[in-house]
């Protein structure tokens, strides 16, 4: 059994216990949460047969084969990194914190002085592995198109492009580079800074945002170029119930990368 500590408990972690609660070779021990919401946490996890034991930092003598970041951006310069050092191996949801200048550097840094590894998780998007073995060949060029709900986008730089509430039609909120998409959109564009990190970078893999009213799917589109030939593909995904800013799909990938430890046999 593989003993699982897991950063963040908010939709996608209240999902992703739900999904494991009944595998018999995962086991979610701990759960990091933010100081002063120990309380909430707990009663979001009451209702599970054995819920984790809530904690609001990794204590020194803990040794979890995984920690599993489902927190966001924040939670990787508070735990991951430190947990890097201690040489326990990551697994990294929130890929768009990526984008922040350095922070590549460090987690390997942290990882290679503890002698571990982080793995970032593909969340919403597929392809991720035809997209890094075209990279290999050689790629030229890397597009990708967001479309979601306008409701997905409250609270984000896109109000100041247009009124959320009352556009009628899908409308451009953002296009630019994976790395200023990742910086101005960082819960929505995790997908962005993922097909970068497999492909040309965040500077180069190009980024259009739309808001759609009519729309109650996350729609993640790519096209890539390159010595292989070319690719596209698109994803029609659900939001999460609980986040309409994150699709469906990312908790199920959590599920099979930590499945994918645990079990025989892994696809």
């Known amino acids: ?20 609660e009944n595998d018999a070779q995962l086991r979610v ?66 890929v768009g914190a990526l984008s922040e200048p350095d922070l590549v550097e460090r987690l390997e840094a942290a990882a290679a002085r503890g002698n571990t590894r982080i793995e970032l998780l ?16 050689g790629l030229d060029s890397v597009d990708y198109t967001g479309r979601k709900p306008a409701r997905a986008w409250k609270n984000t730089p896109a109000e100041q492009v247009c009124d959320l509430d009352a556009i009628d039609q899908a409308t451009v909120i953002f296009e630019g580079s994976a790395r ?10 995790n997908v962005a800074a993922t097909l970068s990190l497999a492909g040309l970078g965040l500077d180069r893999t190009r980024v259009t945002l739309i ?17 292989f030939g070319g690719f596209e593909m698109s994803l029609r995904g659900k939001p999460l119930q609980a986040n ?18 645990a079990h025989a046999i892994s696809i």
């Open 1 to 20: 059994m593989l003993n699982i500590t897991m950063i963040g408990c908010g939709a996608i972690g209240v999902a992703v216990l739900e999904l494991l």
């Open 244 to 261: 309409p800013k994150t699709s469906a799909l990312t908790v199920y990938s959590v599920v099979r990368a930590l499945g994918n430890h």
């Open 211 to 227: 808001a759609d009213p009519r729309s109650d799917e996350n729609v993640h589109h790519f096209e890539a170029r390159g010595a």
């Open 180 to 189: 200023e998409a990742a910086r101005l959109y960082p819960k929505n564009a």
């Open 122 to 137: 593909p969340g919403a998007i597929g392809g991720i592995d035809a997209l890094s073995a075209a990279k290999v060949g």
């Open 29 to 94: 021990e701990h759960v990091i949460a933010s100081a002063g919401s120990e309380a909430l946490v707990e009663q979001r996890l009451a209702s599970f047969k054995r819920p984790p034991q809530v904690l609001t930092a990794l204590p020194a003598d803990a040794r979890p084969d995984l920690l599993v970041e489902c927190a966001g951006h924040k939670a990787i310069e508070e735990h991951v990194l430190p947990a890097l050092e201690r040489g326990i191996a990551c697994l990294i949801v929130s």
